[in-house]
């Protein structure tokens, strides 16, 4: 079935750095944008860097100059490389990728999460 696996997440003190890495089944096709999210208990999840298949990239303010997205289409997979990590960086991170149906209807594919604690 369709896969998402992510790997990477640990436990870093603030300032440290950590590389996020999610691999991609090649049962999702015709994938417009692969990318990361991140939720915090009793919070929306929300966009933390997004990248499309070609090349475009995005990021959420609060982690643009310090967090890069890259990604590597011959293997299906897709990067988050964390620099000066912050405690408010604590959060579940999922990769995500998506793909438009013939109405245009955005579908979602979701990994099950990654744990990134970043504490003293």
């Known amino acids: 079935q369709v896969q998402l696996v992510e790997s990477g997440g640990g436990l870093v003190q603030p300032g440290g750095s950590l590389r996020l890495s999610c691999a991609a089944s090649?049962?999702?096709?015709?994938?417009?944008?692969m990318g990361w999210y991140r939720q915090v208990p009793g919070k929306q999840r929300e966009l933390v860097a997004a990248?499309?298949?070609?090349?475009?990239?995005n990021y959420a303010d609060s982690v643009k100059g310090r967090f890069t997205i890259s990604r590597d289409n011959a293997k299906n997979m897709v990067y988050l490389q964390m620099n000066s990590l912050k405690p408010e960086d604590t959060a579940v991170y999922y990769c995500?990728?998506?793909?438009?149906?013939?109405?245009?209807?955005?579908?979602?594919?979701w990994g099950q999460g990654t744990q990134v604690t970043v504490s003293s």
């Open positions: 995500n990728a998506y793909r438009r149906d013939y109405f245009s209807t955005r579908i979602d594919y």
């Open positions: 090649r049962s999702i096709f015709s994938v417009y944008a």
């Open positions: 990248i499309t298949s070609g090349g475009s990239t």
